[in-house]
Nanobody
Framework: VQPVESGGGLVQAGASLELSCVVS????????MAWFRQAPGKEPEFITC????????YYADSVKGRFTIARDNAKNMVSLQMSNLKPDDTAVYYC????????????????WGQGTQVTVSS
C-alpha cells in the first residue's frame, strides 16, 4: 500500500486548491483514508478521514466547512478539496491509509505518502 499525493502549490489567501492521492495495492477499497498536515515547527495535524465505503467522514474543527474529502474506489483515489485557504493552512499535506475500514485515531494510519507542499500567501 503506497499513497502518492499530488496537487500542492502556492496560492493566495482565499483561493481553492485540490489535492489528490492515488494508492497502489488491491486493498484500497477496504481502507479508511486520511489527510494529515504538518506545518514547520509543529506536530502533524489529523485534519480529515473517510471510511472505506465513503459513508463516514470526520473533519477537524480547523478545516470544517472549508475542506472536503472524497474517494473514488474505482480509481484507488482520495481527494481533498480545499477552499477559502488561509496562511495558517500552509503545510506539507500527507495522505495516509489504514488497514481498518474506519479509523478516526491517527495511530491507525500505517501507510503514508511522501507529502505535497501547500503554501498560502497573505
Amino acid at each position: 500500500v503506497q499513497p502518492v499525493e499530488s496537487g500542492g502549490g502556492l496560492v493566495q489567501a482565499g483561493a481553492s486548491l485540490e489535492l489528490s492521492c492515488v494508492v497502489s495495492g488491491p486493498t484500497f477499497r477496504d481502507s479508511a483514508m486520511a489527510w494529515f498536515r504538518q506545518a514547520p515547527g509543529k506536530e502533524p495535524e489529523f485534519i480529515t478521514c473517510i471510511s472505506s465505503n465513503g459513508l463516514s467522514i470526520y473533519y477537524a474543527d480547523s478545516v470544517k466547512g472549508r475542506f472536503t474529502i472524497a474517494r473514488d474506489n474505482a480509481k484507488n483515489m482520495v481527494s481533498l478539496q480545499m477552499s477559502n485557504l488561509k496562511p495558517d493552512d500552509t503545510a506539507v499535506y500527507y495522505c495516509a491509509a489504514s488497514p481498518r475500514s474506519w479509523a478516526a485515531v491517527p495511530s491507525d494510519y500505517a501507510y503514508w505518502g511522501q507529502g505535497t507542499q501547500v503554501t498560502v500567501s497573505s
